[in-house]
């Protein structure tokens, strides 16, 4: 796995052997990163499920100003904190070491909204599900926001209707997707 682009371009990243982690694959991560590169620029990024780092990683290389990782396995998460010194964004960067919803719970109440939220949770387990339920209570996002989830092909996101969440792009892949979403915008009267 390696930097698509931007200031640490082609440097390879470390990942954990033998784990459950699933870094997303280079050609997936350089089509995620085409769809939304021309905003990247001063954002602030949350990668929700870090594994090694790659997704928020990316981010940096390519401007964002910001990226806070969450990850909840140590070992992945002092991965994490080695490939940003490998790639010297670590100044840019906060790791928390902690599950995704503890994490978001602890995150609320901050100064501004992520501008992207990623997350990439183990296939099947509704981890994702959990995560969106929960942002709804927070101030993390708003109408700007953008949030993609990586999941495989069979995950639905119906619950989300009626929420002020909503799915507005879907990509598939041969054996995943992405899907975006974001907040309903309120109708004016």
């Not at 909840?72 to 995704?100: F, G, M, P, W, Y």
């Not at 495989?152 to 995943?176: A, H, M, P």
Request: aromatic share 8%; proline share 2%; glycine share 6%.
């Amino acid at each position: 796995m390696r930097v698509i682009s931007g200031t640490a371009r082609s440097l390879r990243l470390k990942t954990l052997e033998g784990m459950n982690t699933r870094p997303t694959q280079d050609r997936i991560k350089e089509t995620l990163f085409n769809m939304i590169s021309s905003h990247i620029g001063g954002s602030c990024f949350l990668d929700l499920f870090g594994g090694s780092g790659g997704i928020g990683i990316e981010a940096l290389s390519r401007g964002a100003s910001k990226a806070v990782f969450v990850e909840k396995n140590k070992k992945a998460a002092a991965c994490i904190r080695e490939n940003l010194e490998h790639t010297k964004l670590s100044d840019r960067a906060q790791v928390i070491c902690q599950d995704a919803v503890s994490a978001i719970r602890m995150l609320s109440g901050r100064k501004e909204p992520f501008d992207y939220i990623f997350m990439d949770p183990p296939y099947g387990k509704d981890l994702e599900k959990q995560v969106l339920l929960e942002l709804m209570h927070t101030d993390l996002y708003d109408e700007h926001t953008v949030i993609i989830v990586e999941s495989d092909l069979q995950t639905s996101f119906d619950y989300l209707d009626g929420t002020d969440l909503e799915v507005y792009k879907t990509k598939k892949y041969k054996t995943n997707m992405h899907t975006f979403i974001w907040k309903v915008m309120e109708e004016e009267e």
